[in-house]
T-cell receptor
Framework: AQTVTQSQPEMSVQEAETVTLSCTYD???????LFWYKQPPSRQMILVIR??????QNATENRFSVNFQKAAKSFSLKISDSQLGDTAMYFC?????????????FGKGTKLTVNP | DTGVSQDPRHKITKRGQNVTFRCDPI?????LYWYRQTLGQGPEFLTY????????KSRLLSDRFSAERPKGSFSTLEIQRTEQGDSAMYLC?????????????FGPGTRLTVT
């Protein structure tokens, strides 16, 4: 079964600085998708960025970018120019089709606090 | 397109009572997922539908849980004889079929408290 590990339960960063959140995963599949979701306090889960495993180019969405290392099974999220509104729980998630099971598998999350 | 909606947003119930939650997916999304999220944890998969067919159920979904999607549109999740361990946020997500099947959009969740 696939597993997703986020080793940083909490992180903090000063406004306007850059922060990197770590994620590793375990799978025997070759084709899959990886995601970062953001869950602000008492608000719903929002998709931040996605990466398709067969694409070597790292995904970028405005201030958010990933460092996808397929061989190392690593998928980190970099937030540049951090803003107060980035304060949230961030979840790394894996989507694959092994055994016909098509669902998201989430890590335990990293609580990010952006300080003024 | 108003996004995924869930009702109610909060539910407080006494142990032993039955509760039912509703999820309305994004229109024309033929996949609908239910997840459970406990405090300090990531969401855990419960079950999913493609149209009206329930294709997979997690071992987390005990006999007290049942989900339906009768017409392939909205879905309901019922918990019978609630226990304190059922207290959690219940999240619904939907995704389009085919090329977009991997991309899930979440609703705001229903927070269940069992006293």
């Amino acid at each position: 079964a696939q597993t997703v590990t986020q080793s940083q339960p909490e992180m903090s960063v000063q406004e306007a600085e850059t922060v990197t959140l770590s994620c590793t995963y375990d799978t025997s599949e070759n084709n899959y998708y990886l995601f970062w979701y953001k869950q602000p306090p008492s608000r719903q889960m929002i998709l931040v960025i996605r990466q398709e495993a067969y694409k070597q180019q790292n995904a970028t969405e405005n201030r958010f970018s990933v460092n996808f290392q397929k061989a190392a099974k690593s998928f980190s999220l970099k937030i540049s120019d951090s803003q107060l509104g980035d304060t949230a729980m961030y979840f790394c998630a894996f989507w694959g089709t092994q055994g016909g099971s098509e669902k998201l598998v989430f890590g335990k999350g990293t609580k990010l606090t952006v300080n003024p | 397109d108003t996004g995924v909606s869930q009702d109610p947003r909060h539910k407080i119930t006494k142990r032993g009572q039955n509760v039912t939650f509703r999820c309305d997916p994004i229109s024309e999304h033929n996949r609908l997922y239910w997840y459970r999220q406990t405090l300090g944890q990531g969401p855990e998969f419960l079950t999913y539908f493609q149209n009206e067919a329930q294709l997979e159920k997690s071992r987390l979904l005990s006999d007290r849980f049942s989900a339906e999607r009768p017409k392939g549109s909205f879905s309901t999740l019922e918990i019978q004889r609630t226990e304190q361990g059922d207290s959690a946020m219940y999240l619904c997500a939907s995704s389009p079929g085919l090329a977009g099947v991997h991309e899930q959009y979440f609703g705001p969740g229903t927070r269940l408290t069992v006293t």
